[in-house]
């Protein structure tokens, strides 16, 4: 089943404007990744934040991360056009012992920046 | 370098037919997974590999086959196509455990 949920599924603002997608998980995690995905094309990461930290940067991108609520957020400051892409979080669940098991994603947001 | 190469990036079969989408890295990761991405689903983790001979299930196994002879391969094998199997599937991989994933281009499958 989907471990992520993205909020909203779908957002459209101003060019200029800030975007805040949100995401919702299930089970205990090593960290939480966000990924872009332009039509028709792979995704591409953006940022990963580990369960130990609460908030990180990357230019125009924080993310936050609260473990007792499993839920993050994504902020794009000063949206451009180019920044028009499907949005995703994934996962990356605990494992006793360590090592990873794939990633599990969100259902996404679309975002739109109209010129 | 070349990161995650998919092929073919399209391909269309009929059911019942067989056909192996290959995915190769130049990167040295260690970790490498297959996922099929349906409109409205997001993407879902068909099998993963830690490392070379090593392989297991992730969420939607049933139908597919992998196999990883060495780190740079591993090549998802659709035994007998199905209709319900139409998705676009994308390879990634990853240094190692914790860390961020490069994704390959997609495959997009139609089988008729």
């Known amino acids: 089943s989907q471990q992520g949920e993205e909020d909203p599924q779908a957002l459209s603002i101003q060019e200029g404007e800030n975007a805040t997608m949100n995401c919702s998980y299930k089970?205990?995690?090593?960290?939480l990744q966000w990924y872009r995905q332009n039509s028709g094309r792979g995704l591409v990461h953006l940022i990963l934040?580990?369960?130990?930290?609460r908030e990180k940067h990357s230019g125009r991108l924080r993310v936050t991360l609260d473990t007792s609520k499993k839920s993050s957020s994504l902020l794009i400051t000063a949206s451009r056009a180019a920044d028009t892409a499907s949005y995703f979080c994934?996962?990356?669940?605990?494992?006793?012992?360590?090592?990873?098991?794939?990633?599990?994603f969100g259902k996404g947001t679309h975002l739109i920046i109209q010129p | 370098n070349a990161g995650v190469t998919q092929t073919p990036k399209f391909q269309v079969l009929k059911t019942g037919q067989s056909m192996t989408l290959q995915c190769a890295q130049d990167?040295?990761?260690?970790?490498m997974s297959w996922y099929r991405q349906d409109p409205g689903m997001g993407l879902r983790l068909i099998h993963y590999?830690?490392?070379?001979?090593?392989?297991d299930q992730g969420e939607v196994p049933n139908g597919y086959n992998v196999s990883r002879s060495t780190t740079e391969d591993f090549p998802l094998r659709l035994l007998s196509a199905a209709p319900s199997q139409t998705s676009v599937y994308f390879c990634?991989?990853?240094?190692?455990?914790?860390?961020?994933?490069?994704f390959g281009s997609g495959t997009r499958l139609t089988v008729v």
């Open positions: 990634a991989s990853s240094y190692r455990a914790g860390m961020g994933y490069t």
């Open positions: 089970t205990s995690i090593n960290n």
């Open positions: 934040i580990r369960s130990n930290e």
């Open positions: 994934a996962t990356d669940a605990f494992l006793e012992g360590g090592g990873a098991d794939g990633l599990t």
């Open positions: 990167m040295n990761h260690e970790y």
């Open positions: 590999s830690v490392g070379a001979g090593i392989t």
